[in-house]
Every structure is written in C-alpha cells, then in structure tokens.
C-alpha cells in the first residue's frame, strides 16, 4: 500500500517559541514592519518604550563618565524623554510608511528600495524627535543647528549611521519572519497532505473487507434457486439488503455504532439462512451507545472471523455474541463465538489473519495507543472466541 510522504521543511533559524504575552516574539521582530509580524500593534509600542528605555540608560551612562558635573537623575530624564521622542517619532512614521504607504506601490520589492526608504523616513523621524524632545526640554533645535554646523553634521552622522544600522538589521528580521511565515505555511500544507493520505489509506484499509463470503452467498442462491427458490429469494433480499449498507459504509469515514450494528445484523442474517439455522447470534448494545461515533467497518471482520473459522467448521454451528459496554475510563466491544475454538488446526486467527491485521492497523491510524485489540480463547470449560476492541474515551 502506498502512502504519501511530505518533503523535508525548510531549515528556518531560531524558529518561533511561546513565551509569556508574546512579547519574545514582539521583541523579535519589533525591527520590521511586515503584515505577518506576530502580536497586536500596541505590543510594539510598549516594545518600543522598552527599547528607547534601555539605550537612555546606556547613554546615561556614558554622559555621566564623560562629565563629572552631571547629575544621575537630571541625565537619565532628559535621555529618556530625548529617546523616546526620537524613538516613538521614528516608530510612528515607520509604521505609516511600511503598513499603509509602501504596500500601495508593487514596484517597491527589493530590499536596497526598502532600505532607502528607511533610512530617509528614519532620518526625518529623528529630526522630527529630537525637535520635539528640545521643545519640551525649553530649547530650540533648528537654532541649534543653525549655530553649530559641526554639531548638526555629527548628529546628521550619528543619524545616517544609526539610519544604516537599522535598515540592515529591519532587512534581516524581515527575511527571518517571511520564511517563518513560510515554513508556517508549509507546515500547513504538510499536514492538510498527510490528513489526505491517512484518508486514503483508511478507504484503502475499508476495501479490504473479505470478499469470499459474497461468492459463496452467490453459489447458495443459485444452488437454492431450483430446490427452496423460496429461501432463495430471502437470502438474496438479505444479500442484496447487507451489500447496500456496506457500499455505504464504504464511502465514510465516520459512522455511529448504532449504524454499525445493524449491518452486523443484515450480515449475520444473511450468514444464517447460509448456514441453515446452523448460526445464531445476539448484539447486546445499550441504546445510549448507539449515537457514539465510529468507524466504519471495524467490526465486520472479526464477525467474519468469528463465523468462518470459528462456526463454519463445528458441525452443529453455534452463536455469536456482540457486547459493547462503557465505563468512564474505555469503551469495550466483545464479540464472542462457541465454536472449534482459536487453537483447532481449521482455525487462522492468531493476529496474523487479513482480518485481524486491517482491524489493528486501521484502530492504530484512527485512535492511536487509546484504542487496542485482542484476540483470546474462552477459559476452560468454554471453547471458542473472544476478539476485544477498547477505546480510550476522552472525559
């Protein structure tokens, strides 16, 4: 059988974790602009404050090594209120450039066009900052510029190579979170490729059902058609009633016990006009049960076990019973026979049948470990079968 692999994901760097809020994530990608970034916007802001923050504090300290007469407190005030100034000017005019401007014009995709309008935004947010910042501090900073021309071109340096630093950095954390967005997007992919394949490969298990017992129904019919064309026509009714069900029961993936069940039933029946009234059988289900989900065709082979290798060959037949029982930990289906028994040298059902082994790799695709089967011999004075399927159930 053939099953579909999924190609090896791309090799994507330091991918995402959770963290507490997302603000790993935020604090990740605060240097870029693009529509995937992960988190809401004003995590971005609040990145931002932390970020100016920690470079006042930085340049706070260097300020205070470089002059004696400056005070901590007075220092660090006018950094931080400068930073942030400069920092939320930047962020503010990043933002309406990068998420309403920029997308507008499809021609804007290399990353050097990119650059350059960061560095240009970037510089005029840092005009526009520490404008602001010298305002509120009782200055005036064009003045400032006006009469130091060598101060303004140093702080016009700083800027351009702040600016530069920037722009590479946005570049490559732009880069990092489109292949995140990517490998996201192909791991996506690869389980919507693998829940197909799984798909395929159950309605590949649910052909398998064995196809014997149809011929020999067939063979009786035309035997009986001469001699009891009566019972003729009630096995075929029977035949054609149980063979409707299974083609519907093939088409699904999902069915209820309760459905289930009743094609048991039109087998069974149709089995025992087969026999000659050699088989009986009893389904002990509660009717609450009856609604709970299940797969299709998961019972049918091990009744067939049950009657082929276990009924068919006692010469005086024998019964069939299927109980299904819940308690608040598993539910359990029971389907026992009193026939020749699992040891009896006509016998093949020791987990390596067809039967048993679609059954099991069918339970282990759908349920995973909550589900099992088990094939044992009732204890002494009992002969026969009892095949055991339990589920887990999630409460």
Not at 70 to 96: D, Y
Not at 306 to 328: C, F, H, N, Q, S
């Amino acid at each position: 059988m053939m099953t579909a692999t999924a190609p090896n994901p791309p090799t994507v760097p330091d991918a995402l974790r959770p963290s507490l809020f997302g603000f790993r994530q935020v604090l990740r990608h605060w240097w870029t602009f693009e529509a995937q970034r992960p988190g809401a916007q004003w995590m971005y802001w609040v990145a931002t404050f932390l970020y100016n923050s920690l470079f006042a504090v930085v340049l706070t300290m260097v300020f205070v090594s470089l002059d004696p007469k400056a005070t901590w407190l007075k220092t660090f005030r006018e950094t931080l209120l400068v930073s942030n100034c400069i920092g939320f000017s930047i962020h503010l005019m990043m933002e309406a450039t990068f998420a309403r401007i920029v997308p507008r014009f499809p021609s804007i995709k290399h990353s050097w066009q990119r650059g350059a309008i960061a560095t240009t935004v970037a510089l005029l947010g840092i005009y526009l900052g520490y404008t602001i910042a010298f305002g509120l501090l009782g200055r005036n900073f064009t003045a400032l510029i006006a009469n130091y021309p060598r101060f303004a071109f140093g702080m016009l340096v700083i800027g351009l190579l702040g600016c530069i630093f920037w722009m590479l950095v946005m570049d490559g954390q732009t880069r990092r979170i489109r292949a995140e967005a990517d490998a996201a997007q192909y791991a996506v992919e690869r389980e919507r490729l693998a829940t197909l394949a799984k798909s395929a490969e159950l309605r590949a298990l649910q052909a398998q059902i064995e196809p014997h017992f149809l011929f020999n129904t067939l063979a009786n019919v035309v035997a009986l058609i001469d001699y009891e064309p009566a019972t003729a026509k009630r096995m075929l009714d029977s035949f054609i009633t149980h063979l409707r069900q299974s083609l519907d029961a093939s088409r699904q993936t999902q069915a209820t016990l309760g459905s289930e069940l009743d094609l048991l039933t039109s087998y069974l029946q149709l089995i025992e006009i087969r026999m000659n009234h050699r088989l009986g059988f009893t389904i002990d289900c509660p009717s609450s049960l009856r609604e709970t989900s299940f797969a299709p065709l998961l019972l049918q082979p091990l009744v067939e076990n049950a009657v082929k290798y276990g009924l068919e060959p006692k010469i005086e037949g024998g019964t069939v019973v299927i109980r299904v029982r819940e308690d608040e930990h598993e539910l359990r289906i029971d389907i026992e026979d009193n026939g020749v028994g699992l040891h009896a040298k006509s016998t093949a059902r020791a987990g390596t049948g067809t039967g048993i082994a679609n059954v099991r790799e069918r339970l282990q695709s759908i349920y995973g470990d909550r589900a099992s089967l088990t094939v044992s011999a009732l204890a002494p004075p009992l002969t026969g079968t009892r095949s055991s399927i339990t589920i887990a159930t999630k409460k």
